[in-house]
Each structure stands twice: as C-alpha cells, then as structure tokens.
C-alpha cells in the first residue's frame, strides 16, 4: 500500500499526458493533417519520457522524507524501500505508455489497444500465477514493471510500425506530405 501511495501521486501526471494525447493528436489531425499529428505525438512522447524522469528522480530522492509520513515502524519502512525504487522505474516506462495510449484512443485504435492489453494482463497474469514474483510486494510490482514495459513497447511499436501515424518510407512519406 505504501508503495503504490507514493507511485500513485505521480501516476496522476501520467493520465493527463494520455487525456492530452487523446485530444491534441486528433484535433491536429483533423486540423494539419498526419504529418502534424506526428509531430504532436512525438512532442508528447518527448514530453512524457521527461515528465517520467523527473517523476522517477524526485520519489527517489522524496523516499526518505516521504516514508516516515506513512508508518513509524523501521522495519515496515526498511521492506518498502525495495517497491518504492520500482515504483520510480515505473514512471519512467509509463510516460510513452500512457502517450501511446492516448493517441490510440484519440484515434480510434480500440481493437489493437484491447488486444495489446489483454496480452499484457496475461503476461501479468502468468507472472504472478506462474513465478515467485506474486508471493512478495517487491514480486508483485515487479510483475507490473513487466506488464508495463510489455504495454509501452507494444503501444509504442504500434504507434510507429501499425497505427494511423507509423512511419512511412522516407519516398512515401514526402509523398503523403504533399497530398496533404
């Protein structure tokens, strides 16, 4: 509980990064065409790699001060310290996550994003059901950095091999640019 406390006053960040997402990269869609919708969602990925960083650096160094606030008991703030140093690797993976998200939804990309989480909460699933990583807390969010790792690079991919907004080759692309 601690552990997932300290993560979620973050985790807050993370779902307006994808709100933003939802948003920003369809309306410039509609308004600029593909090619600006891609630079609005690569701001946004930049963004929320950063945003994740600093996430990550401040629990860290905020453990300390933030964990008294919690319990009085050494011993319960000693086994914590190991889940709240995954919970800061957390923000890190799951700035692109939630990005990736958000302009999944925005776009309309419900069917690959369903598809993408059902595969990532089996992979979960069998991490917890299957390993020793769902016998303890620090087990436990290590089977979530799985899943969220699973998740950001799976969405992250599909934003740039699959989704409406992948790459194209670089003769195509130009080509889409000017017909735009």
Not at 142 to 151: D, G, P, W
Not at 163 to 176: M, P, V
């Amino acid at each position: 509980g601690i552990a997932m406390n300290i993560y979620t006053i973050g985790f807050v960040v993370h779902v307006a990064l994808q709100g933003a997402a939802a948003a920003l990269i369809p309306s410039e869609y509609a308004r600029r065409g593909k090619a600006d919708a891609r630079k609005m969602a690569d701001r946004l990925f930049q963004w929320s790699l950063g945003t994740g960083i600093c996430l990550a650096g401040l629990q860290q160094l905020a453990l300390p001060f933030l964990l008294p606030l919690f319990t009085t008991l050494p011993e319960v703030r000693e086994a914590v310290k190991a889940p709240a140093l995954v919970a800061c690797l957390l923000h890190v993976v799951n700035g692109p996550r939630f990005v990736a998200e958000g302009e999944m939804i925005g776009l309309g990309s419900f069917r690959d994003l369903t598809a993408i989480t059902v595969l990532g909460t089996s992979l979960l699933v069998a991490c917890l059901q299957y390993t020793s990583l769902g016998q303890t807390l620090q087990g436990v969010m290590l089977a979530n950095l799985v899943f969220c790792s699973y998740q950001t690079i799976a969405l992250v991919s599909h934003y740039w091999a699959v989704g409406e907004l992948r790459r194209s080759k670089k003769g195509e692309e130009k080509k889409q640019e000017k017909e735009e």
